[in-house]
């Protein structure tokens, strides 16, 4: 798969300028016709598809970008949807002075900042990518197209996976915006721009979606690495289920039970022995994740993604040859009230913990000093052997999109919000292979009475951090905006409450403009 991601279908792309317009032309004179005589291009169209989370064009690293408008860097999927997760807690700072990043810790953003727009455009840039495949691959074209009976056996796992990856970025749709434009491949091409559904009637999608496509995904820890199998999916459901009183004001607990025990009983994954290598250049060999973001020095190259999150951590005194890179960007640290979620009184050392403090202060009084806050060196280009990548600019790390310890964490916080068909005891004893592991087998464990609901959210920050979940988590629990207080939130050093209407990201202003079937968030 890291091979197979770098073909792009140019032919059949969309290049958006208001990124839910329908009527767009393609960027290449190649038509379906043409391009499906090969019938190794379906394979390759995939690919794309999946490659739309890591890449930002057809060139790489930089050059012929999916999205104009955009710094090309800077309209990297992973990496925004990284940035809006993390830098808006307590979790990360960045030090830079691009417009609008800044914002971010202090929940100020408006339906102008470039960041929130480069996040929203990806999103609808993947569900058009996939509902092009979908149109692509209906019966009735592979009859047209005399399609052999080998490779229709394939594309039928390839249309599941492509669903899957569609209703991933709507679920980061819903997440991060609310209601927001809703079509698919059975919406006619050259239409009016879609209409705006709640946010509740995509939840309400997705959850029928993926129940209907579950049988035609492969089998978990059966697909190519890099690419969906129904460990995936279960993953994808279980945060639905463990986020619907959010999303749609109902409670599923029991069902995220339920997708969690699938994952955890199948037996096609396993916690790695050692935390650290989940983040490393070789992590691709780890059957504790689940579904990865592919990215390869010489073949996946792109300044967003796993470069951005080995080179943005690195400064000060840190030498970059050490993390296989040759550079440091002299951005990314955490605040101090991360650092304490890993206080312990026994004097015990929690091995996650991955902080750098050579000639790093813990608190942070001006965020634009790189040396003012620890770094955090969680993902690196060097193999567990002790190897660099193939390239000392892009490197070889995978980013863990979903991975088993999440399924652990996700089954004891719903056992505690009282879902169903599980129970406290199982729910102590994932966490305490958690809490082994980070603590190397001694001192960590707790007992059935220390895990509550406070405790599980700290040890999701402490075992899940930098990876994307954190804004999403502290929504959940209501401490985001209004019950929350850290260091720089809202712009100030000891941190301030903000507005509960920045649950929820603003359309881009230029959206509104674009679609007058679109509705503003409240509050923006």
Same mark, same amino acid.
């Given at each position: 798969?890291?091979?197979?991601?770098?073909?792009?279908?140019?032919?059949?792309?969309?290049?958006?300028?208001?990124?839910?317009?329908?009527?767009?032309?393609?960027?290449?004179?190649?038509?379906?016709?043409?391009?499906?005589?090969?019938?190794?291009?379906?394979?390759?169209?995939?690919?794309?598809?999946?490659?739309?989370?890591?890449? %930002?064009?057809?060139?790489?690293?930089?050059?012929?970008?999916?999205?104009?408008?955009?710094?090309? $860097?800077?309209?990297?999927?992973?990496?925004?949807? &990284?940035?809006?997760?993390?830098?808006?807690?307590?979790?990360?700072?960045?030090?830079?002075?691009?417009?609008?990043?800044?914002?971010?810790?202090?929940?100020?953003?408006? /339906?102008?900042?470039?960041?929130?727009?480069?996040?929203?455009?990806?999103?609808?840039?993947?569900?058009?990518?996939?509902?092009?495949?979908?149109?692509?691959?209906?019966?009735?074209?592979?009859?047209?197209?005399?399609? *052999?009976?080998?490779?229709?056996?394939?594309?039928?796992?390839?249309?599941?996976?492509?669903?899957?990856?569609?209703?991933?970025?709507?679920?980061?749709?819903?997440?991060?915006?609310?209601?927001?434009?809703?079509? %698919?491949?059975? *919406?006619?091409? $050259?239409?009016?721009?879609?209409?705006?559904?709640?946010?509740?009637?995509?939840?309400?999608? =997705?959850?029928?979606?993926?129940?209907?496509?579950?049988?035609?995904?492969?089998?978990?820890?059966?697909?190519?690495?890099?690419?969906?199998?129904?460990?995936?999916?279960?993953?994808?459901?279980?945060?639905?289920?463990?986020?619907?009183?959010?999303?749609?004001?109902?409670?599923?607990?029991?069902?995220?039970? *339920?997708?969690?025990?699938?994952?955890?009983?199948?037996?096609?994954?396993?916690?790695?022995?050692?935390?650290?290598?989940?983040?490393?250049?070789? +992590?691709?060999?780890?059957?504790?994740?689940?579904?990865?973001?592919?990215?390869?020095?010489?073949?996946?190259?792109?300044?967003?993604?796993?470069?951005?999150?080995?080179?943005?951590?690195?400064?000060?005194?840190?030498?970059?040859?050490?993390?296989?890179?040759?550079?440091? &960007?002299?951005?990314?640290?955490?605040?101090? *009230?991360?650092?304490?979620?890993?206080?312990?009184?026994?004097?015990?050392?929690?091995?996650?913990?991955?902080?750098?403090?050579?000639?790093?202060?813990?608190?942070?009084?001006?965020?634009?000093?790189?040396?003012?806050?620890?770094?955090?060196?969680?993902?690196?280009?060097? /193999?567990?052997?002790?190897?660099?990548?193939?390239?000392?600019?892009?490197?070889?790390?995978?980013?863990?999109?979903?991975?088993?310890?999440?399924?652990? =964490?996700?089954?004891?916080?719903?056992?505690?919000?009282?879902?169903?068909?599980?129970?406290?005891?199982?729910? %102590?004893?994932?966490?305490?292979?958690?809490?082994?592991?980070?603590?190397?087998?001694?001192?960590? +464990?707790?007992?059935?009475?220390?895990? /509550?609901?406070?405790?599980?959210?700290?040890?999701?920050?402490?075992?899940?951090?930098?990876?994307?979940?954190?804004?999403?988590?502290?929504?959940?629990?209501?401490?985001? %905006?209004?019950?929350?207080?850290?260091?720089?939130?809202?712009?100030?050093?000891?941190?301030?409450?903000?507005?509960?209407?920045?649950?929820?990201?603003?359309?881009?202003?230029?959206?509104?403009?674009?679609?007058?079937?679109?509705?503003?968030?409240?509050?923006?």
């Amino acid at each position: 798969m890291k091979k197979l991601i770098k073909f792009a279908m140019v032919g059949l792309l969309l290049v958006m300028a208001a990124c839910t317009d329908l009527d767009l032309e393609p960027r290449s004179s190649t038509t379906a016709a043409v391009l499906f005589n090969d019938e190794a291009a379906y394979r390759a169209f995939l690919a794309r598809i999946y490659s739309g989370i890591a890449v %930002t064009g057809q060139q790489g690293p930089a050059g012929n970008a999916d999205i104009s408008s955009l710094d090309e $860097g800077f309209s990297n999927y992973l990496r925004q949807f &990284w940035q809006l997760q993390e830098l808006p807690t307590e979790e990360a700072v960045i030090g830079w002075g691009d417009e609008g990043i800044q914002d971010l810790h202090g929940h100020v953003w408006t /339906t102008a900042n470039q960041f929130v727009r480069a996040t929203y455009y990806r999103i609808f840039f993947q569900v058009s990518q996939a509902n092009e495949f979908l149109r692509e691959t209906t019966d009735a074209k592979l009859d047209a197209r005399n399609v *052999s009976a080998s490779t229709r056996e394939d594309i039928k796992a390839f249309r599941a996976e492509a669903r899957f990856l569609r209703a991933l970025s709507y679920w980061h749709g819903i997440d991060m915006f609310g209601d927001i434009p809703f079509y %698919t491949e059975d *919406s006619p091409v $050259g239409s009016d721009p879609p209409a705006q559904a709640d946010r509740a009637t995509v939840f309400n999608f =997705l959850d029928s979606e993926l129940k209907t496509i579950e049988a035609d995904m492969v089998a978990p820890g059966q697909n190519e690495y890099g690419r969906a199998d129904r460990g995936a999916l279960w993953m994808l459901q279980a945060k639905l289920y463990l986020n619907a009183e959010v999303y749609a004001g109902a409670n599923r607990y029991t069902d995220c039970i *339920s997708a969690c025990k699938k994952i955890i009983d199948s037996g096609a994954y396993s916690l790695e022995d050692n935390y650290q290598h989940l983040f490393l250049a070789d +992590n691709d060999r780890s059957n504790e994740i689940i579904f990865p973001i592919v990215f390869d020095g010489l073949s996946t190259q792109t300044w967003g993604g796993t470069t951005y999150l080995v080179h943005a951590p690195l400064g000060g005194s840190m030498d970059p040859a050490l993390y296989g890179v040759n550079s440091a &960007w002299f951005g990314l640290r955490t605040t101090a *009230s991360f650092v304490d979620l890993f206080s312990d009184l026994t004097g015990a050392t929690d091995e996650r913990a991955i902080f750098y403090t050579d000639g790093q202060t813990k608190d942070i009084n001006a965020i634009g000093n790189f040396g003012d806050g620890y770094a955090v060196p969680k993902y690196s280009n060097v /193999t567990s052997e002790g190897q660099a990548g193939a390239d000392l600019n892009h490197p070889d790390t995978d980013f863990p999109m979903f991975r088993l310890a999440d399924a652990y =964490l996700m089954y004891a916080e719903a056992v505690l919000r009282n879902g169903q068909g599980g129970d406290a005891n199982t729910a %102590t004893g994932y966490i305490n292979e958690l809490r082994q592991r980070a603590y190397n087998g001694a001192s960590g +464990n707790i007992n059935a009475n220390e895990l /509550t609901l406070d405790f599980i959210l700290d040890e999701r920050s402490r075992e899940l951090y930098w990876e994307g979940h954190r804004r999403t988590d502290l929504i959940r629990y209501d401490r985001f %905006t209004d019950n929350g207080i850290w260091p720089w939130k809202g712009g100030v050093k000891e941190g301030k409450l903000t507005g509960a209407f920045r649950d929820l990201y603003p359309i881009p202003a230029s959206e509104i403009l674009a679609n007058p079937k679109l509705e503003q968030n409240f509050g923006y």
